[in-house]
């Protein structure tokens, strides 16, 4: 089996799936036990993922053997840098390449955003994620928000492809 990526709705069908799974895997986390369905409703409503749309960002959805199986989503900040956000990868999928897939095309679609620093923050437990950043070229960088749950910033610059 294999993996394609694809840019899609950030409401898709699968992608609000994938997004759900993302948020109640990263909350049960934290709470350290699994997070209700009222607990994940209450974090998806108002979470932005509307600005993960043309022309403020884009969704990427990963499909493994045709199936969902990942997603993250890009957010434009300025005109040199955006933000990548909800990498999530489906935990019996995980291993499989997939992370790095996702990650290549969110850096595809920053770039034809003009974009030329990606950034992103996450948490101490998540650690994952914070070996696929620093797999795939994100450093680690002094802290640039106050999010509420970030505890770890990386930072990657973009090259053009082919140089």
């Known amino acids: 089996m294999t993996w394609t990526v694809a840019h899609e709705p950030f409401d898709s069908p ?8 993302y948020y109640a895997e990263v909350a049960g986390r934290y709470w350290e036990r699994t997070a209700t369905t009222a607990e994940v409703d209450e974090g998806l409503a108002g979470d932005g993922a509307d600005r993960l749309a043309p022309p403020t ?7 493994f053997g045709g199936r969902a199986a990942g997603c993250v989503g890009l957010l434009v900040v300025d005109s040199d840098v955006a933000e990548v956000t909800r990498v999530y990868v489906r935990p019996e999928h995980r291993g499989t390449g997939g992370g790095g897939l996702l990650l290549a095309a969110v850096e595809d679609a920053a770039r034809a955003f003009g974009v ?14 914070r070996g696929l950043y620093a797999k795939h070229g994100y450093r680690e960088v002094p802290a640039f928000n106050r999010g509420r749950y970030a505890e770890h910033w990386f930072a990657k610059e973009l090259r053009v492809r082919g140089r």
């Open 14 to 21: 699968d992608a609000s799936l994938l997004r759900r799974d």
């Open 57 to 63: 960002g884009q969704f990427v959805v990963g499909r």
């Open 116 to 129: 030329r620093t990606l950034r992103l923050d996450t948490r101490h437990d998540l650690v994952e994620a």
